[in-house]
Structure formats: structure tokens, C-alpha cells
């Protein structure tokens, strides 16, 4: 598909990668989270030592709902769902989103990029300060939704300049 006049012929192709590396990442957490509950002596691939662990991550009060959603639902309640599942969610969207040239899906993948942006440096902070763990698989997400952002407010720019010499 050729890219549209005025868009970055990059952005596509780009939007495609980040959102598939997201996706196998989001799937990831997911499996190593579910393998964990079944199993705690599950050893994931991510988990090289003490102090850098995505299961210890994974599997904290902050890996389902953003640490958040159980002070308004029960732990267990359908709502309170594993971040990755967001993550999962997130990424599909952005992929689909990312097909029309419409200024209203430009404008939605810019307001979840924000999202996405302020959920990783909020979750980074958890990471860091309450936990004192590093997890791989957390911090290459936060760089994912950080280039998203960046791709999304180029793809944004454009189909105003676009709109605007239309019009």
C-alpha cells in the first residue's frame, strides 16, 4: 500500500513493527504471568536474577490494572485484568487505527499514545522505586509506546497539512 501524499512513507512500516513487537510482548507477559500463577517455581526467560525479574513484576499487586482497579473492584473481578491484556488490547487498536488516513483515528492513536505514555512512566516509577526490580520486558514496552507516540504525532501532523491543502 502506497503511503499517502504528505505521509511519512516510514510511518506505516514502523507502526506495523512496534505494534507486532508490542503484541509479542504484551503476549509474553501474559504467558509468563499465567505460567507463574499455575506454577510458582515457573522460571521465566526474563527472570535473570534477584533484582531483575519480570515474574516478580508480573505478578505484583501493579501487573493487573495498573495496582489501581482493585481499590475500586475485587482482585478477582473480570475488570481487574492483567496489564497485559491492556497491552494486548492497546497495540491491536493502534494497528487498526493506523489504516484510514482519518483525522479522528489520528487524533485517537495520539490521545492512547498519551495514555500509553503516562501508564509507562507511571508503571517505571512502580518499577523502580516501590519494587527496586528491572524488568526487560516492562522497559522495552515503555520504548515501544514511547515511539508510538512519536510516529502518531508525525502521522497526525500530516493529515492535518494534508486537510488543510484540500481545503
Sequence with gaps: MAAAPGLPIWERKVRVVLCIFGLFLSVYALHV???RESNPDYMAMCDLGASVSCSKVFT??????FGLVQFFVA???PLNQPNSVLG????TLQMGLGLPLSKKAALFLVLASWLSVAGSLYLA???VFVLGDFCIV?????IV???LLFTNLKRRR?????KEKAG
Excluded: P
Design 33 to 35: 504471568e499465567l505460567s
Design 60 to 65: 505484583s499487586r501493579w501487573g493487573r490494572g
Design 125 to 127: 516509577s512502580i518499577l
Design 138 to 142: 516492562c522497559v522495552s514496552t515503555y
Design 75 to 77: 482482585k478477582d473481578n
Design 158 to 162: 500530516a493529515i492535518e497539512g494534508m
Design 88 to 91: 494486548i488490547i492497546f497495540y
Design 145 to 147: 509506546n514511547f515511539a
